[in-house]
């Protein structure tokens, strides 16, 4: 069983519309949680990175983190073309000395 | 403009050859992350640095050997015990290997097998 597990999509969307995704983990002791955003054929960006629990907003993107349920998620408001890219969720420990577990992506597709 | 940068973009190497990765970084970061990345998958950790001449073996460092003989540099090279070696391979850094420490990619290398 993978560490971190995520939808492969695609996920297609109209523009304007809120994109959701997610990813779920299975070891509680993972306290780092990070999104990338990856184009075809690019390095991935780091979108969003929070600590624990908690949800934390930038602009657009609000990032949510439930540990109990071992779930964390992406929203993505008023997406427009230029979100379409593929969408990494990853997370971590405090003494995993940076070898974070990567999801697999997600892709999403928005038509304008 | 700080950052890392990855060359070359694409590389094809015939079977049997040995070929070298190239990734830079001006972020002044100590640690230095190599990974692979194949379709469906998620990324996988080849081999990692600390610091000036030390690594580690990541995930499946099999095939692989790198060299850090400098802060800003860590060639990753693709020997000919890679039996699959085709894919996209990504560099990385980070201020330190602590915990938490955000990690930020370079543009990648697509290596082909001929």
């Known amino acids: 069983q993978k560490e971190v597990e995520q939808d492969p999509g695609p996920l297609s969307v109209p523009e304007g519309a809120i994109v959701s995704l997610n990813c779920t983990y299975s070891?509680?002791?993972?306290?780092?949680f990070m999104w990338y955003r990856q184009y075809s054929r690019k390095g991935p960006e780091l979108l969003m990175y929070?600590?624990?629990?908690g949800n934390k907003e930038d602009g657009r993107f609000t990032a949510q983190v439930d540990k109990s349920s071992k779930y964390i998620s992406l929203f993505i408001r008023d997406s427009q073309p230029s979100d379409s890219a593929t969408y990494l969720c990853?997370?971590?420990?405090?003494?995993?000395?940076?070898?974070?577990?990567f999801g697999a992506g997600t892709q999403v597709v928005v038509t304008p | 403009d700080g950052g890392i940068t990855q060359s070359p973009k694409y590389l094809f190497r015939k079977e049997g050859q040995n070929v070298t990765l190239s990734c830079e970084q001006n972020l002044n970061h100590d640690a230095m992350y190599w990974y692979r990345q194949d379709p469906g998958q998620g990324l996988r950790l080849i081999y990692y640095?600390?610091?000036?001449?030390?690594?580690q073996k990541g995930d499946i460092a099999e095939g692989y050997s790198v060299s850090r003989e400098k802060k800003e540099s860590f060639p990753l090279t693709v020997t000919s015990a890679q039996k699959n070696p085709t894919a996209f391979y990504l560099c990385?850094?980070?201020?330190?290997?602590?915990?938490?420490?955000?990690?930020?990619f370079g543009p990648g290398t697509r290596l082909t097998v001929l």
């Open positions: 990385a850094s980070s201020i330190s290997l602590a915990g938490g420490n955000e990690q930020f």
């Open positions: 990853a997370t971590g420990t405090t003494d995993s000395w940076g070898k974070f577990q």
């Open positions: 640095s600390q610091i000036v001449n030390d690594f």
């Open positions: 929070t600590y624990s629990s």
């Open positions: 070891n509680s002791a993972f306290q780092y």
